[in-house]
């Protein structure tokens, strides 16, 4: 689940479990037999973070840990994790937004609809951040910008940050991966990391469900559950979203240090409840409905688990909640 410039020691967990396929995992299920197929996978991703903290606290350079990925990867349960990680190594990792460095509403770049292109890597303030950055690595007190989204102008933070030798700034965005957005940081200060859906999912050992359509499945329930979206509205989305990918994360996949694959064999078996019927609410006549009955029909393949199996540190929890992280 992990690729790194050192090499990976690790089984994946279809080799130590014998369970390569959906197929496979329904067979465990009907057995009541899953707890260590589901233990074997969290126990894994964790000590890849835990390798991730360790070999950043060995380096002695890093200063700033860049995490990215597109829409729906884990990303940001994973940078939470990795923190706790870091400082059970005794460093100190300060989390820092890119969005709280937005350029004024104004001054945002459009797309070609003449809409603001809030993806767009110009629509950071790339001289403040890698001004701040420079003053914040140099152990200069800070105050931070805050956007306010309803203004659409930046605000200051009321107190200022400053950091000491042990300090790690942990960056998480679609950017992060990008050289311009840390243009001013020496490369040896920097440690990149890209997290994603990067396992298809095996059906039957035929049939699989690919990378993006399970990340659209994750986007449309957290969607449904924390921002009130109906399933149509993310479907119909979901386009724009992709190319924003293919545009600003996937021609710098290469930069990054590791590559960290956050996807589970079982992970619609645990959101089948609540994702039915969110995808049922897409009308016939709707231009969604097909990819909803398209997706409907992946997840009618999995039985379904309670999600009480799936402990509150996990990845999967930022999507369908319960988690033990604060968002």
Same mark, same amino acid.
């Given at each position: 689940?992990q690729t790194?410039k050192k090499?990976?020691?690790? +089984?994946?967990p279809?080799? @130590? ?9 329904n067979?465990?299920?009907e057995?009541?037999d899953?707890?260590?197929?589901i233990?074997v996978?969290?126990v894994?991703q ?9 070999? @950043?606290?060995?380096? !002695?350079t @890093?200063?700033?840990v860049?995490i990215? =990925?597109?829409?729906?990867?884990g +990303?940001?349960t994973?940078?939470k ?8 190594v =005794?460093l ?14 104004h001054?945002?770049p459009?797309?070609? %609809?003449g ?6 890597l ?12 420079? #003053?914040?690595?140099? !152990?200069?007190?800070v ?6 989204? $309803? ?9 200022a ?5 042990d300090?790690?700034?942990i960056?998480e965005?679609?950017h #992060?991966?990008?050289?311009l ?5 020496a490369e ?15 059906l ?7 990378t ?6 994750r986007r449309?329930?957290?969607d ?5 979206f109906?399933?149509e509205?993310t479907?119909?989305?979901w386009?724009?979203?992709r190319r924003?990918?293919?545009?600003w994360i996937?021609p710098?996949i ?5 590559l960290? %694959? ?5 992970e619609l078996a645990?959101?089948?409840?609540k994702?039915?019927p ?6 016939n006549?709707s231009?969604a ?9 992946y997840i009618?393949?999995? +039985?379904?688990?309670p999600?009480k #199996?799936i ?6 929890? $930022?999507?369908? !909640?319960?988690s033990?992280?604060k968002?």
């Open positions: 689940m790194s090499k990976n020691t690790y +089984k994946a279809a080799e @130590i479990t014998g369970v390569a396929t959906v197929s496979d995992f067979r465990r299920v057995q009541g899953i707890h260590d197929i233990n996978t969290e894994l964790s000590r890849q973070i835990a390798d991730m903290a360790d070999e @950043i606290c060995e380096r !002695g @890093i200063r700033v860049l990215a =990925g597109p829409s729906s990867s +990303k940001t994973f940078s994790r990795l923190s706790v990680q870091l400082m059970a =005794g100190k990792p300060v989390a820092l937004s890119t969005d709280d460095y937005f350029v004024p509403r001054l945002t459009k797309d070609e %609809d809409n603001y292109d809030f993806e767009s110009y629509a950071v303030d790339l001289d403040l951040f890698n001004e701040q950055l420079q #003053a914040l690595i140099a !152990g200069k007190e105050r931070l910008p805050r956007f306010n989204f $309803e203004t659409g102008l930046r605000e200051w933070r009321s107190d940050l400053t950091c000491n030798s300090t790690v700034l960056i965005g679609i #992060a991966l990008n050289p957005l840390t243009e001013s940081v040896s200060a920097k440690y990149r990391i890209f997290c994603s859906v990067l396992s298809d999912v095996s039957d050992g035929q049939q699989t469900i690919v993006t359509d399970n990340r659209l499945l449309i329930l957290r449904s559950q924390y921002r009130g109906p399933a509205e479907i119909l989305r386009p724009s979203v924003g990918e293919e545009k996937t710098f290469g930069e990054a240090d590791v960290f %694959d956050s996807s589970f064999l079982y645990v959101m089948k409840r994702l039915e969110i995808l049922q609410e897409v009308h006549t231009p409905y097909e990819t909803a009955q398209r997706l409907l029909g009618e393949y999995f +039985k379904s688990i999600d #199996a402990p509150p540190t996990s990845l999967l929890r $930022e999507f369908f !909640g319960g033990s992280y968002y």
